[in-house]
């Protein structure tokens, strides 16, 4: 077992686990809920951790988290819902507000 990538954003480390599981490599996700230690240990020391199980994968595994980093992020442009008038940030595909579906995915009529 050896760790492939520590992020002191757990949300990112889950997602890379979870990319990492569904390309078929075996991982763990560890420290995970050690945030709230950070200070009585080094904040380093409490990031979330994805480790991979088997020791012939962790170099492939490495190599899909670099790219994984590098994809850039999508650049969806900002919508205002139809049914209740909110900008929506572009990537979300429903309003945060109301929960109606993105019009070009067939929310409602503006």
Known sequence: MEVVHADRDPI???????????????VTLR???????AGELPPTETWPEVWALDDREVEAARARVAA??????PDEPDWVCPNCGETVDGFL??????????????????
């Open 93 to 110: 595909d429903r309003c945060w507000n109301c929960n109606t579906p993105h019009p070009e995915e067939g929310g409602a009529p503006s």
């Open 12 to 26: 990112r480390a889950g997602w890379i686990a979870a990319r990492l599981e569904a390309e078929g490599f075996s």
């Open 31 to 37: 420290n995970y809920y050690l945030g709230g230690a």
């Open 68 to 73: 994984y980093l590098a994809e850039p992020e």
